[in-house]
């Protein structure tokens, strides 16, 4: 792990086929973080399959392999370094199926490449009302990414015309400066990974432009302050059982810090242990700091003790966690429902990387969504484009936090029939109370 570079995590995130798997393989092959014999026999195994051109995309689709197989830790997780940082890259699938998986990914973040392509109607059909670039930008302002390059991709199929990249660079902007991202401090990068061109270098088919390649645009993100002085919080996104070692979860530090030989809880299930050992990228560290992605090995945990949206916690400051019969008041924004959200209704919420059902208790207030003034008490429902205050109950037990106490654990979205509803932030919580066991 290179000593003296900052670390980020960084989610590749935008529409199906706009190129970004593609387009990271091959940055991934100009930033020399896989070697020549790597990519060539990526290349060999594309002609394979017939698919010359996708050998960039099996980079990654190579590790899809080896997630379902579960080998390593850091199975979804490249690092590559620029000048100044060196980054994890997180390859969200860009499927409206996949968007759960997306969702835990961008919650893993600091920093986004957005991929849009070019292409005519490609990226129409990608900002259009339910298009998943939207709902991923809308995502990952939720999900507390602040910074953002815009990779208008697929500059070899729109013949690097600098009017069409005007064009997609507008229709982004609208979009992006309307769900609250700071549109002026964004760089919108020409590109193509298909042929490479303006990632690692310029290129002369884009001289009209005068911006940074895509590797100086990530290369300028500001690294954020890390949470250190707060409370302990790693949500767990996953646990291995690994021969030698015993049950291994894996999950990202979101505030505090976690050191060799600390006592820890994990929440909801109450689990109590020691911290062995800490990994990160294969080497062993001492310690893990926020943004960091860890796998860790507790004395005496077994499977049943630890599982994806848990969270782990020192005692003396326990992750909060709200009960069925407690609550949570959230502001949201509703981004998309074929109707309205009224009481009662029961979609599932991510939060962290925990999904699980909750109740719509009671509709508080309808909000206007720029001023955040009241614009009603008590509305009967909220629809597409408008924001409020809610009141809501988990079905099954949740760990979350008060947005101003521990912003990262904080956020959730609320996601039914494919797609996401509403994201919002939690105001208030009422943790209830553990159900008694009749005798």
């Known amino acids: 792990m290179p000593k003296d570079k900052e670390h980020l995590n960084l989610v590749i995130i935008g529409h199906i ?23 060539r026999e990526l290349e060999k195994l594309a002609k394979e399959y017939d698919r010359e051109s996708w050998s960039y995309a099996y980079v990654f ?22 000048p100044s940082k060196y980054f994890t890259i997180i390859d969200a699938p860009g499927h409206a199926d996949f968007v759960k998986n997306m969702i835990t990914g961008a919650s893993q973040a600091d920093a986004a490449i957005l991929v849009v392509s070019g292409k005519k109607g490609e990226m129409e059909v990608g900002i259009a009302a339910n298009g998943q670039t939207r709902e991923h930008a809308y995502l990952a ?140 990228h294969h080497e062993e560290i001492p310690q893990a700091i926020p943004g960091d992605n860890i796998g860790f090995s507790i004395r005496g945990i077994e499977m049943k003790d630890v599982g994806r949206g848990d969270c782990l916690g020192h005692p003396s400051d326990p992750p909060t966690v709200i009960f069925p019969n407690g609550k949570w008041e959230g502001q949201i924004i509703v981004i998309w429902h074929p109707t309205a959200i009224a009481q009662g209704y029961t979609p599932v919420v991510h939060a962290h990387t925990a999904q699980i059902a909750a109740k719509f208790m009671s509709l508080d207030k309808k909000l206007d969504q720029k001023t955040g003034a009241v614009i009603e008490d008590n509305p009967k429902f909220i629809k597409k484009n408008e924001a409020g205050m809610v009141t809501l109950q988990p079905i099954k037990k949740l760990c979350l936090e008060k947005y101003t106490d521990i912003p990262e654990m904080g956020r959730f ?27």
């Not at 086929?17 to 990519?39: V, Y």
Request: one cysteine or more; glycine letters at 8%; charged letters at 30%.
């Open 17 to 39: 086929d706009h190129g970004k798997s593609t387009m990271m393989g091959c940055m991934l092959i100009k930033t020399g973080a896989i070697s020549d014999r790597e990519a």
């Open 413 to 439: 979205a609320v996601r039914d029939m494919g797609r996401t509803v509403a994201v919002g932030i939690v105001k208030e919580i009422d943790v209830g109370a553990p159900a008694v066991k009749k005798a």
């Open 61 to 82: 689709d190579r590790l899809k392999e080896e997630r379902q197989r579960g080998i390593t830790i850091d199975l979804a997780f490249r690092k590559f370094e620029t």
């Open 141 to 280: 302002q939720t999900l507390g990414v602040k910074q953002l390059v815009v990779a208008i991709n697929k500059a070899d199929v729109w013949d690097y015309d600098q009017a069409r990249y005007e064009e997609c660079k507008d229709a982004v902007s609208d979009l992006l400066r309307n769900i609250g991202f700071p549109v002026k401090k964004i760089n919108f990068v020409p590109t193509s990974g298909m042929t490479g061109e303006n990632l690692a270098e310029k290129s002369d088919k884009l001289s009209w432009y005068d911006g940074p390649t895509l590797l100086e645009a990530i290369d300028a993100f500001i690294i954020p302050e890390k949470p250190t002085d707060k409370a302990l919080r790693v949500p767990i996104q996953d646990a291995y059982k690994i021969k030698g070692t015993g049950v291994v979860p894996v999950g990202r530090v979101e505030s505090g810090v976690l050191k060799k030989g600390d006592k820890i809880i994990i929440n909801p299930t109450g689990f109590k242990g020691e911290i062995r050992s800490i990994e990160m």
